[in-house]
Structures are given as structure tokens and as C-alpha cells.
């Protein structure tokens, strides 16, 4: 037999043709596994537990205008993104921070840096106070459980709730893995409306009206632009409210799971600033664990974050969205002083500025008081039992009208 040539072998037709297939398949499985966690991580981020504080933002405002301060927050972030986008095709650049760095140079740079990094950091501590407050409340329903036992108190839990979840989430290099919890945080902020709306149709008989509770506007509206994703209005119902109770644990639950996703904001900006945008696997774990512990440790000392949660919103929320996109639009477009865009742009950047130094005025010289972990007035049971309702509306009525206070202290 003599030696034969062989050419380069070529499968068949059909096999060719369920190889490509089966590869596009993958390609497009995968393309879309990640855009369902892309769009679950956003949502999550957006709303996760930030929806529960509405409600003392509007009262804030005053309820007509936090409602149009919450369209016009809503339209200003979604213009802000809009310039961001037209910036970097001006630039050549492709993210916030290299924006920045190409219109403002380096001082810029680092400048949004700090801001990026407070911001969710800050957000990080207040969940870690949340969720020590909330599952504390939670526990202490249970059965047979000492109400001053230290393995229900907010501290300890704080500290499990880190160990135990938070760090290990927020260890992943990978934000995409995130998105099958964060749809479970959606399913579960959807349950907590659900209790909320439940609890308005229960309850409104027995709140007396509010005397100002439809005034247009309220002095502090500019706090609540700062506070406009914060707040616990878990705060406001009865610790034995079994319903509630159920609440509150899907809401700690919530907020355990919306934390590692403001971890993955401070950790990628201490990648870019200090590591040139790559960690290794070592202070990858190192990095992440010396956030999430400065963090806890912060929460462990703060037990009421409402003065600064302010702050966090006019010193670092007001800049972000809507100064610092502004200023990049006006330096870098050759646009006419007309064009539209460029209006908009002038009126947004001194509305930042105002909304900064009006805020911090404001929150430095009318703090706002706090009244965590107390009960409310309507909750003793000489006013109010919800799980046995048996006082006369008019006693009731009577009794509630004697006191001046507010639901959302």
C-alpha cells in the first residue's frame, strides 16, 4: 500500500451545520443569562429597599411636591445619563471616570472617585443598621425569646449577618452572579408592598389625619431630594404585628441582598483609582473584606444614620447627577448656546450647586429628629392592639387626637 496525501478532513455537511448551531445556541443562552441578571442587578439596585423610604420623603416635601420632586428627580437622572453618554462619544471614552479624567484631568478624576466611593458606602452602613434593627424586632417574636438576650440585639446580629452573608456575596468578581438573588429581592420587595397595602386598608381608620398632610410644600424639600432613597417605614407599625413581622424579615432579607451590590460599586473604584482596574484573586479578598469590616464597624457604633444618610444625599447624590455630567457637557460640546441640551445643562448644574449648599445648610442647622427603635403612639395598648382590635373608634379617636405627632417621625 503506498503512502496516501490526506487533505484536511471536512465533517459533513449536517454535522457542520448542528455544530454551528449548537454554539450559536450557547452564544445566545449565555447573551441572554446575562442580560436577565443585568436587568435584575439594575432593579435591584434602583428600588431594592430604597422604595420603603419614600414615604418620609414626601413628607418631607410635602406630599404634591414630593411627588413631582420624585418625576423630576427621575427625569434629571435619566437626562444626566443621557449627557454622560453624548460626553463620552465626544471624549472617546467609555465610563464615568474616564469622562472625567479627559475633561477635568486628574484632579477631577479623583474627585468623582470620592464621591463614587462614599456613596454607596455609605448606603452599605445603612443597611447594615437596617437589617440589625429590623431582624432584631423579628427575633424577638419568636417564642420563648428573651427579649435582652445578646443574641438578638443588633450588634451581634450585624455582625452575623456580615460573616454570614454579606461578605461571602459580595466576594464575587463577577456582578452577574448576583442577578438570580436580586431577583429574589424583587419577588420579596414586591411581597413587602403587598403587606404595606394590606396594612393601609387595616390601619386607616384608626391614624387620625395628619393636619398638614396635603400642604404643597414643606420647608425641608430640599433634605428630601437627600433622603429621597432612605428611610424605614417599618418603623411606624407595631412590634406585635405577626403580618409585620413577616414584613420585616423579607425586608432584612432584602437589604442583606441589595449590600453586596453597593460593595461591588466601592471595591471597582478602589480597583480603578489604586490598582489600574485589575485585582488579583488575593486583594480582590483582601480589598473586599477590609471595606465590608470599616463598614461594619461603623454600624456597630451609629444607631441612627439620619443625619448623615442626608449628607450622603446633598454632598454626593447632588454632584453625581447633577453637576458633574452638566459641567462635562458644557466643556466638551461645540454645540450653540441654544441647543437644547445644552439649556438644560445650564439650568441643571446651578440647581446642583443650590441643591449642595441649600441641603447642607439646612441639615446642619434644622437636624431632623430621630426616633429610632421607638414604638408608636397608636401601639400601647391603652390606644391600639392589632391583634385584637376591640377599642370603640370614638375612644380611639379620642385618645389619638390628644397627641401631636406625626406618623413618619
Known amino acids: 500500500m503506498g503512502y496516501q496525501a490526506q487533505g484536511p478532513v471536512i465533517p459533513p455537511q449536517s454535522n457542520l451545520d448542528d455544530r454551528e448551531t449548537l454554539v450559536s445556541e450557547q452564544k445566545h443562552k449565555g447573551k441572554t ?19 420603603i423610604g419614600l414615604p418620609y420623603s414626601m413628607k418631607q416635601a410635602g406630599f404634591p411636591l414630593g411627588i413631582l420632586l420624585l418625576f423630576g428627580v427621575s427625569y434629571v437622572t435619566d437626562f444626566s445619563l443621557i449627557l454622560l453618554i453624548k460626553g463620552g462619544a465626544l471624549s472617546g471614552t467609555d465610563t464615568y471616570q474616564s469622562l472625567v479624567n479627559k475633561t477635568f484631568g486628574f484632579p477631577g478624576y479623583i474627585l468623582l472617585s470620592v464621591l463614587q466611593f462614599f456613596y454607596p458606602f455609605i448606603a452599605m452602613i445603612s443597611y447594615n443598621i437596617i437589617t440589625g434593627d429590623t431582624l432584631s424586632k423579628v427575633f424577638q417574636r419568636i417564642p420563648g425569646v428573651d427579649p435582652e438576650n445578646l443574641l438578638i440585639g443588633r450588634h451581634f446580629i450585624i455582625v452575623l449577618s456580615t460573616a454570614a452573608f454579606a461578605l461571602p456575596l459580595s466576594l464575587y468578581r463577577d456582578i452577574a452572579k448576583l442577578g438570580k438573588i436580586s431577583f429574589l429581592s424583587t419577588v420579596l420587595t414586591t411581597l413587602i408592598l403587598g403587606i404595606v397595602m394590606a396594612r393601609v386598608v387595616s390601619l386607616s381608620p384608626y391614624i387620625p389625619k395628619t393636619e398638614d398632610a396635603w400642604v404643597f410644600a414643606k420647608p425641608s424639600a430640599i433634605q428630601a431630594l437627600g433622603v429621597m432613597s432612605f428611610g424605614d417605614l417599618f418603623e411606624n407599625y407595631c412590634r406585635n404585628d405577626d403580618l409585620v413581622t413577616f414584613g420585616r424579615f423579607c425586608y432584612a432579607v432584602t437589604v442583606i441582598l441589595t449590600y453586596p451590590i453597593e460593595c461591588f460599586v466601592t471595591r471597582e473604584v ?3 483609582v489604586f490598582f489600574g482596574g485589575n485585582l488579583s484573586l488575593v486583594f480582590h479578598i483582601i480589598v473586599t473584606v477590609v471595606i465590608i469590616t470599616v463598614a461594619m464597624l461603623i454600624s456597630l457604633l451609629i444607631d ?13 447624590a447632588a454632584p453625581l447627577i447633577f453637576i458633574i455630567p452638566s459641567a462635562c457637557y458644557l466643556k466638551l460640546s461645540e454645540e450653540p448656546r441654544t441647543h437644547s441640551d445644552k ?12 441643591v449642595m449648599v441649600t441641603g447642607l445648610l439646612m441639615a446642619v442647622t434644622n437636624p431632623q429628629d430621630c426616633t429610632h427603635g421607638q414604638e408608636m403612639f397608636y401601639c400601647f395598648p391603652d390606644n391600639l392592639s392589632l391583634t385584637n382590635i376591640s377599642v370603640s373608634h370614638l375612644q380611639l379617636t379620642t385618645q389619638l387626637s390628644l397627641l401631636n405627632s406625626s406618623i413618619f417621625q
Not at 43 to 50: H, L, Q, R
Not at 345 to 351: A, E
Open 270 to 272: 478602589i480597583t480603578n
Open 33 to 51: 443569562y446575562h442580560q436577565f441578571t443585568a436587568v435584575f442587578n439594575v432593579v435591584n439596585s434602583i428600588i431594592g429597599s430604597g422604595i
Open 304 to 316: 441612627c444614620l439620619g443625619k448623615v444618610l442626608e449628607l450622603n444625599g446633598v454632598l454626593c
Open 343 to 354: 439649556i438644560m445643562s445650564c439650568v441643571m448644574l446651578p440647581v446642583g450647586v443650590m
